[in-house]
């Protein structure tokens, strides 16, 4: 039986299930449950992939494991996330898609951007050689560091929320696309024109030092309130479309 069913009634219900990892943690909550996203990208992709453009039909929802895993300064190569960053990429998908994956970076983790590096570049001796330098750059890179894998920017902002609780009224935030830009608290999530995919499964968001700083001051109000309120919306959003209200 489906876990968003009852076993008593049979009726939809709703368990929620989201998993955070910071630093190594981040290393080790990915592989867990890579394999299981990863996997329902490729189906999705499949069913859609050679039929002509203009009959093409958006991928059914991709969830993986759980509702949502989040990766905090995850110490982790870029060369491990690359397989399902092309995967996200092939395709346009649902309105009824929510994220699955958010990933935060800060921008001065100086143990990612410098010491990681430093790090990979010496273990290249032992691991045969790159076929390119952008090979090379996957993984001598950590994951949210990498440039051309980055979605959205992520930085404090005085403006007024773009979205509230106005939205489960009637469920209207089931068609709510959760990677545009948007402002919870007093963050503003932006996305990267030239990597945006609307309704995208993966958030991979660059961070001002003001709401993460280094590798581990993920503990900030600012963020933690970001951050508790952009999971909330998303299990909102799947909720209603598991009830069949959106």
Known sequence: MDRNTSRSTGKPTFMGLVTIGHSFGGQVLFKAVSDAFENDLITAVAKVKGEPDQTRPKPEIVSGLGDMMVLLNPSMEAFQYERIDRLATEVSFNEDQAPVLLTVSAEDDSARKYWFPIARTLNVLFRPLFKNDEEKDLWTTALG??????????????????????????????????????????????????????????????????????????????????????????????????????
């Open 145 to 246: 560091e990498y440039e051309p894998q980055q979605t959205h920017t992520l930085q404090v902002s005085d403006r007024v929320p773009t979205i509230s609780d106005s939205l489960y009224k009637k469920c209207a935030i089931a068609k709510e696309d959760l990677t545009q830009a948007l402002v919870l608290g007093s963050a503003q999530l932006e996305p990267k024109p030239d990597r945006h995919r609307p309704y995208s499964p993966v958030v991979i968001a660059y961070t001002s030092n003001k709401l993460v700083q280094e590798h581990s001051g993920i503990f900030g109000e600012t963020f933690s309130n970001f951050l508790i309120d952009y999971v909330t919306f998303v299990q909102g959003k799947r909720m209603c479309l598991i009830r069949g209200m959106g």
